[in-house]
């Protein structure tokens, strides 16, 4: 958690966007739906690098080593909610890093 503030307060501080939290979640939530989705760690790590993504590639493997923390589920209601929570949550720490 203490990378992803650290990466979201470079992120914040360097360009600060009307759409940047927003930004920030889609990305969470693609992260989560493919996870809920069975795509492998692995597969997901090599579609983001440094090179091609220089800092949302490194926010987004924060946010992949994230998800795959978390549990996969079966059904599509608890993959729904998992998506959305994950997708909530990285909201909410994008806009408390704004107010600070």
Known sequence: MN?????????LTTSVQAGTCDTLSDISSGVMTMRQHGVTMKKVM???NDKDYPILGKYTRIEIKRAYKQPRFSTASYQNNAILDFENE????????LDK
């Open 90 to 97: 990285a909201y909410s720490i994008c806009l408390e890093q």
């Open 46 to 48: 090599n579609t983001f």
């Open 3 to 11: 990378k992803l503030l650290a990466i979201l307060a470079i992120m």
